[in-house]
Every structure is written in structure tokens, then in C-alpha cells.
T-cell receptor
């Protein structure tokens, strides 16, 4: 079945560092791809999405490009802030049943 | 997300007891979902409903039940058959269509007394 694999955390960076969180997927067909963020004690918030190959999703300085040839959707940000500390989830949408399949999440901590 | 209300925020269950988690939405979307989140893990789908009076099992439906009598409401019952119910439960609402995102409530944390 469909699956999503994220780089293992936790990831700890200093403020203003460059961030990459790797995400690769396995799917039949052409799924839509999403990044969600979860702050402590809260639900998930949509961060960005891409619906077809070579699409770039972006929001709040975060970017991710849908790479069909490498089945990847890596999350990047040029300069992280303490407020970016959270758990980040990569997910794909199963087109047939319209369900989301999630990666295991990557905990990010940014130190001042 | 605004427009999705989960209650209560914290819930405690005694052995042998059924408990019901509430999820209400005012976004007027057809699809609703329940996920379970355990520490350090991703979300796992329990049940989902794409239309009123219809729902399907997800990957871990055993020990859970749902109903969808109204478009706005999708309550989840954790039955006594669920032997390890301690988790964070998240309700989501879908805009419809596989390229549309799901929007999440703030969750209910269920613990065993």
C-alpha cells in the first residue's frame, strides 16, 4: 500500500540555520502531497501542499517541491526561528479513497 | 482549525467503560475522519465518513465505533473492547477531492484511570 517515510528526528538547529526535512513516498498513481505542522498539545495545521509533479508549495518561508522522479517532497526553510519548533508531518492523499497517509513525524527544536 | 470543535479536551476512562468523543464542524464539508496519535508516531486512521449515514473502517477500527447522523457531527465511541485506548485523538474534516487538504480539530487526550 501507499506509504510515507520521513527523516528520523529529533532535529535540533540554531536560529537562522537552514532547514531540510526529508520525505519520500511510495504510491500507485499520482498522489497529492502535504506538509502539516503540530505545535504542542494542538491538532495539525496545513503548512503547504502540491498536487502534481514539479509543483512547489510554499508558506511562511517554508517550501517543498513535488519530485516524481525521486518520489520525494522535502521540506526546506532558509532561516529558521525559535517559533518554528514543532513536529512536522509529511502526508500523501490516496486518490482512490481520499484518505491521508502520514509519515511518522519529525520533531524540530530551534535554539536561540 | 477554526470551525472544527472537539470535546472534551481531556477525558478519563475507567476499566470496562465506553466513552464518546465529540467532533462538530461548521465548515459544511462532507468528509470527516478520526485519527489516533501515539507518542512519536504518525497518525493512524480509525474511521472515516464521506457522506451522512455512511462510514468506513480505517486501518485500526477494532474497539471503536462511530455514527454520522448529521453532516455537522461525527462522534467516536471508544469501547471497552479497545484494550489500549490511551492516546491523542484527532478529528479532521475534508474539503472533498483527493487534492484537497484535511483540516484538524485541537484533539482529545484520552487516559485510563
Amino acid at each position: 500500500g501507499d506509504s510515507v517515510t520521513q527523516m528520523e528526528g529529533p532535529v535540533t538547529l540554531s536560529e537562522e540555520a537552514f532547514l531540510t526535512i526529508n520525505c519520500t513516498y511510495t504510491a500507485t498513481g499520482y498522489p497529492s502531497l502535504f506538509w502539516y505542522v503540530q505545535y504542542p498539545g494542538e491538532g495539525l495545521q496545513l503548512l503547504l501542499k502540491a498536487t502534481k509533479a514539479d509543483d512547489k508549495g510554499s508558506n511562511k518561508g517554508f517550501e517543498a517541491t513535488y519530485r516524481k522522479e525521486t518520489t520525494s517532497f522535502h521540506l526546506e526553510k532558509g532561516s529558521v526561528q525559535v517559533s518554528d519548533s514543532a513536529v512536522y508531518f509529511c502526508a500523501l492523499s490516496d486518490r482512490g479513497a481520499q484518505k491521508l497517509v502520514f509519515g511518522q513525524g519529525t520533531r524540530l527544536t530551534i535554539n536561540p | 482549525d477554526g470551525g472544527i470543535t472537539q470535546s472534551p479536551k481531556y477525558l478519563f476512562r475507567k476499566e470496562g467503560q465506553n466513552v464518546t468523543l465529540s467532533c462538530e464542524q461548521n465548515l459544511n464539508h462532507d468528509a470527516m475522519y478520526w485519527y489516533r496519535q501515539d507518542p512519536g508516531q504518525g497518525l493512524r486512521l480509525i474511521y472515516y465518513s464521506q457522506i451522512v449515514n455512511d462510514f468506513q473502517k480505517g486501518d485500526i477500527a477494532e474497539g471503536y465505533s462511530v455514527s454520522r447522523e448529521k453532516k455537522e457531527s461525527f462522534p467516536l465511541t471508544v469501547t471497552s473492547a479497545q484494550k489500549n485506548p490511551t492516546a491523542f485523538y484527532l478529528c479532521a474534516v475534508g474539503e472533498g477531492g483527493s487534492n484537497q487538504p484535511q483540516h484538524f480539530g485541537d484533539g482529545t487526550r484520552l487516559s485510563i484511570l
